[in-house]
Nanobody
């Protein structure tokens, strides 16, 4: 069982930055692939970025955030980070951290086994 707690959301201006953190419980954090999703009002939850287990050498980014967002993991701290730069108003959403028992990058919602409660990110123009 893994419990995930997100933090770092808030209000930012367009062009600004935020860093989201996701702290995980459990001793086997490094064995989980991790992902960040977001859901804007009236829209489907979509994958933003994903990272594989273990050393986290492989990452995936949605086209909409490629070059602006960076996902990383620190297994010693049981934490994954999403650095968000050059924020746009369309990045406004609730951001969710998720963990997958698959060891490789997981790109679909149903591949994830555990979810955090979400953190709101609002980007003003």
């Amino acid at each position: 069982q893994v419990q995930l707690v997100e933090s770092g959301g808030g209000l930012a201006q367009a062009g600004g930055s935020l860093r989201l953190s996701c702290a995980a419980s459990g001793r086997t954090f490094s064995s989980y692939a991790m992902g960040w999703f977001r859901q804007a009002p009236g829209k489907e939850r979509e994958l933003v970025a994903a990272i594989n287990c273990c050393g986290g050498a492989a990452t995936y980014y949605a086209d909409s955030v490629k070059g602006r967002f960076t996902l990383s993991r620190d297994n010693a701290k049981n934490t994954v980070y999403l650095q968000m730069n050059s924020l746009k108003p369309e990045d406004t959403a609730v951001y969710y951290c998720a963990a997958s028992e698959l060891r490789t990058i997981a790109t679909m919602k149903n591949m994830y086994d555990y979810w955090g409660q979400g953190t709101q990110v609002t980007v003003s123009s």
